[in-house]
């Protein structure tokens, strides 16, 4: 078993678990065509790396955060995307300020190294606005 978590795991569960997400649906594996429903969230790890100063304990691993949106209200369809976006940002944001904790571990830092981007959609009639995120990942502290 892997000392450090996924961190699609830590932040796929901060992200379901707060109350501004209610009705989105969290992804980090897009599902199949027949069982996709908007809006979606869906977080891939793309690199990162661990802590030199303590390689067992902290990593620090970039994500791709893409929110997506179904088209069918036009062009309002896009800032509701953009929207939904940053208020999962806050939510990651506010759950580093707060150390929220997971089964899987919890945040330590955040840092944007590409801020919210609109890209054509993967999906057909969707819309896709994602970023870079670097984030600090711990396992759950112990008492032992």
Request: proline residues 6%.
């Amino acid at each position: 078993m892997a000392s450090l978590p996924r961190v699609q795991k830590v932040v796929a569960h901060i992200l379901r678990s707060d109350p501004r997400l209610a009705g989105v649906e969290v992804t980090t594996w897009v599902p199949d065509i027949d069982y996709r429903d908007f809006p979606m969230i869906n977080i891939r790890r793309i690199g990162g790396v661990r802590n030199p100063k303590a390689p067992k304990l902290h990593v620090k691993p970039v994500i791709e955060m893409s929110a997506y949106t179904d088209f069918g209200d036009g062009s309002e369809g896009l800032i509701t995307c953009e929207e939904l976006y940053e208020t999962a940002l806050d939510v990651l944001y506010d759950a580093v300020g707060d150390q929220i904790t997971t089964p899987a571990g919890y945040l330590t830092s955040i840092f944007e190294t590409m801020g919210a981007t609109q890209f054509s959609s993967l999906y057909s009639d969707s819309w896709r606005v994602q970023g870079l995120i670097r984030l600090g990942v711990r396992r759950p502290r112990t008492t032992s």
